[in-house]
């Protein structure tokens, strides 16, 4: 089973450029989220999905960041315009848990890295 | 869970030796912990799982331990590999609904 895709692995831009993240999830997988992880910090949750639909976006800087995933598959992650703070690598993640059901396994994708000058 | 910024706990152990690496969760209410394991240049990996109406789960090599009374969360691999130098980090969700909440990462580095 193909794991999830990222695209591009790295992107240096300069402040106030704009950038987008692509994302592939897991075949069949309704649920799919983009995280910020930080040097030396562990991942924050940004935006889920769940199918085309957003599910929790309360952490996402919505002035700055968009996300979308239209057909609920693929979802991209747009930053517009990046600050120098926005330098992270950013995860997405896919699931297909069971309704009601605390358990989950999220199956990361290797992020994209992005350095912002 | 909080960071501790660029500079993460390290735990040093000799191959072949047991690891042990603890974290403290932060929610008392929390019914769902997750351990992660990131080496470098990729995405976190599934290790293990477990409950809060258990608190004791074995896997291949590892073993998860929960003691609620203290919200602290343990996991403990035998045998420790050069493979197995990573960055582990700890997750906690509160029930379905919520959202996986990362706590510390922590460096495990073994010497050959």
């Known amino acids: 089973e193909a794991g999830v895709a990222q695209s591009p692995r790295y992107k240096i831009i300069e402040k106030r450029q704009s950038v987008a993240f692509w994302c592939n999830p897991i075949?069949?997988?309704?649920?799919l989220y983009w995280y910020q992880q930080i040097l030396g910090q562990g991942p924050k949750l940004l935006i889920q999905?769940?199918?085309?639909?957003?599910?929790?976006d309360s952490q996402l800087p919505k002035d700055r960041f968009s996300a979308e995933r239209l057909k609920g598959v693929d979802s991209t992650l747009k930053i517009q315009p990046a600050k120098l703070e926005d330098s992270a690598v950013y995860l997405c993640?896919?699931?297909?848990?069971?309704?009601?059901?605390?358990?989950?396994?999220?199956?990361f994708g290797p992020g994209t890295r992005l350095l912002v000058l | 869970g909080e960071s501790v910024g660029l500079h993460l706990p390290t735990l040093s152990v000799q191959e072949g030796d047991n690891s042990i690496i603890n974290c403290a969760y932060s929610n008392s209410a929390s019914d769902y912990f997750i351990w992660y394991k990131q080496e470098s240049g990729k995405g976190p990996q599934f290790i293990i799982d477990i409950r809060s109406n258990m608190d004791k789960r074995q896997g291949q090599r590892v073993t998860v331990l929960l003691n609620k009374t203290v919200k602290h969360l343990s996991l403990q691999i035998a045998a420790t590999q050069p493979g197995d130098s990573a960055v582990y980090f700890c997750?906690?969700?509160?029930?379905?609904?919520?959202?996986?909440?990362f706590g510390k990462g922590i460096t495990l580095s073994v010497r050959p």
């Open positions: 997750a906690e969700k509160v029930d379905a609904n919520s959202k996986l909440t």
């Open positions: 993640a896919s699931s297909d848990p069971l309704a009601g059901w605390v358990q989950e396994t999220q199956y």
């Open positions: 999905f769940q199918n085309n639909g957003v599910v929790d």
């Open positions: 075949s069949g997988h309704a649920t």
